[in-house]
């Protein structure tokens, strides 16, 4: 898979798009977790177009390469939007950036899916204590939703990842799901929404029944104490729409987030080929091609550390790339 990326730019470049628009055509949208590496630079960016005055200007890439990166892929996760609400603006000059086929998955802010602050300094006052807006339909509606309707025919996606859940937080899976059953029935329709969890017991036909009620997609997802996204589409339900199917390929198990940054910085090149995950993502595209069913699919560069490679790697073992 190496030898991919040791050829021209060019060549990269015209492989991935090819990749991904054949899948698009047939409703798959694959992409990353965010888009402003300046490490792709070389693979999918272009350098020259942001230097200044002989020197790179991060400012100018952060602003602009996502105008490049949607002449490759045809959808981001847009993980900005968990940390802070979206403005207007902030969605218009995304969706301005980007064709009228190109969609975005947008984290829902955790100020709506956090249950108890974590005790760290970038809380505040807030640190440790309860979140009085947990799962607030009316919050989600006029912060987040609002502000999305903007841009609505580009929205493919909005994620309620919820972080694990301890004791103190939820005695038990029922607890959960009386709450998330009455947050989901308040949402406005017409948006596709998707849970992803954090607890692995709490993958259990409950949960799952309770989202297919709803018309709410389980993701799928990779992350340091869950189960492989292979492992999760084989639990019985899981599956939760008929017409959809989401995974977010974050992380090895049994890896932490800080341990992958270390190992992987500045995400330039894959250190580490995981191959259960690629092959997850090989039968996760084959499945929603086979049903019909629309998927979106996104990788992080904590995964192998370069999540352009493992995206052509996924695409080559489908013969899309060659």
């Not at 996204?229 to 049994?254: C, H, I, N």
Request: glycine share 6%.
């Amino acid at each position: 898979m190496n030898d991919l990326f040791e050829q021209a730019e060019p060549i990269v470049k015209t492989r991935l798009r090819q990749a991904v628009q054949r899948l698009a055509a047939d409703n798959i949208f694959i992409g990353t977790s965010s888009w402003k590496y300046s490490a792709w630079c070389g693979q999918i960016y272009d350098r020259e177009r942001y230097v200044y005055r002989g020197k790179f200007a991060e400012t100018r890439f952060e602003r602009d390469c996502l105008a490049e990166y949607a002449a490759v892929f045809k959808t981001v996760c847009v993980d900005a939007a968990y940390h802070r609400f979206p403005s207007k603006e902030f969605l218009s000059g995304l969706a301005s950036q980007v064709p009228e086929d190109f969609r975005f998955t947008l984290k829902v802010t955790e100020d709506i899916t956090i249950k108890r602050f974590p005790s760290i300094a970038k809380f505040g006052a807030n640190a440790g204590l309860p979140n009085e807006h947990f799962l607030n339909a009316e919050l989600l509606e006029h912060s987040f939703l609002s502000a999305c309707e903007g841009i609505r025919p580009k929205v493919g996606l909005l994620i309620f990842e919820f972080s694990r859940f301890y004791p103190v937080d939820f005695q038990h899976l029922g607890e959960f799901t009386a709450c998330l059953d009455a947050f989901l029935a308040k949402l406005p329709k017409g948006w596709n929404y998707g849970v992803e969890l954090r607890n692995k017991d709490w993958l259990q036909p409950d949960y799952f029944a309770l989202l297919r009620r709803h018309g709410v997609v389980h993701v799928f997802n990779n992350w340091s104490m869950m189960p492989t996204v292979g492992e999760q589409r084989v639990v019985p339900g899981s599956e939760t729409s008929d017409s959809m199917v989401a995974a977010r390929f974050l992380l090895k198990p049994g890896r932490k987030y800080e341990e992958a940054v270390k190992e992987f910085s500045p995400y330039k090149s894959v250190k580490e080929v995981n191959d259960e995950a690629r092959a997850a993502g090989r039968k996760l595209i084959g499945g929603a091609k086979q049903q019909g069913k629309q998927a979106f699919i996104y990788v992080n560069n904590r995964l192998e550390g370069n999540a352009l490679e493992t995206i052509a790697a996924m695409a080559e073992g489908l013969d899309l790339v060659r």
